[in-house]
Every structure is written in structure tokens, then in C-alpha cells.
């Protein structure tokens, strides 16, 4: 069972052949590497997932605007959020996948967070 755990221990890199999530198979599309120094140049770009449609708003430090390579938060906003719950996800880019836990923040839950924190 794919978990939040092991998909931040593998570092996003699930593209080992025929392994599926969400189903959704990888290995036929290059994974993003779940790094901050990856991330931040595609912020104010879009990814796909199941039927919606995120756009990438930030990548931030956990406690401060400066992410670490070791721990930071990704902050995703999209218009289809009543089919998002908190859940694994792999998200298409035009660059690759992007397998991170997201989970709703926010009042009107418009906003998607994934939290990447390997200093433990």
C-alpha cells in the first residue's frame, strides 16, 4: 500500500515500471523530483489530477518563506476541490509526475497542501 510515508521516503522517484497509483500508472512519463530546488520554477503552472486542475502557488519553508532542501510545503489552488480529498495523488505535469500527499487547507478548501518535512 502506497502511503505518505513512502512516497516522501522514495523522494517522489516512483517510476520504477509498472507501479500504479491512484491508478494511474508511472514509469512511462519522467517523475519531478519531490525537491524544493525542482519545484520552485514551476510555480504558477498547472497539474492534473483525475479531473481537476491545479496550479502551483508556492513553495515555502515550513516555518518561513525560505524552503529547505529538507523541509518545506507546497501550496496548490484549484476550483475543483469537492473531489479532493486528503489522499495520495500522483499530478500530472507537462514536465512529469508528482507524487505527494495533498490534503484541503483553508475555509473554502480551495487550497491543496502538501508537506514535505525529511528532518525526522
Known amino acids: 500500500m502506497l502511503t505518505r510515508r513512502s512516497v516522501l521516503a522514495a523522494g517522489g522517484a516512483l517510476v520504477a515500471a509498472g507501479v500504479v497509483v491512484g491508478g494511474v500508472e508511472l514509469g512511462r512519463r519522467r517523475a519531478i523530483p519531490l525537491t524544493a530546488e525542482a ?4 510555480v504558477g503552472t498547472r497539474f492534473r489530477t483525475g479531473d481537476a486542475t491545479l496550479t502551483l502557488t508556492a513553495v515555502t519553508g515550513l516555518e518561513g518563506p525560505t524552503p529547505r532542501h529538507d523541509a518545506f510545503r507546497l501550496v496548490f489552488t484549484t476550483h475543483d476541490t469537492a473531489d479532493l480529498p486528503g489522499a495520495t495523488r500522483v499530478l500530472e505535469h507537462r ?18 497542501e502538501a508537506v514535505v518535512n525529511r528532518t525526522v
Open 39 to 42: 519545484l520552485t520554477p514551476l
Open 95 to 112: 514536465d512529469g509526475d508528482l507524487a505527494v500527499h495533498l490534503g484541503p487547507v483553508g475555509a473554502e478548501r480551495t487550497d491543496l
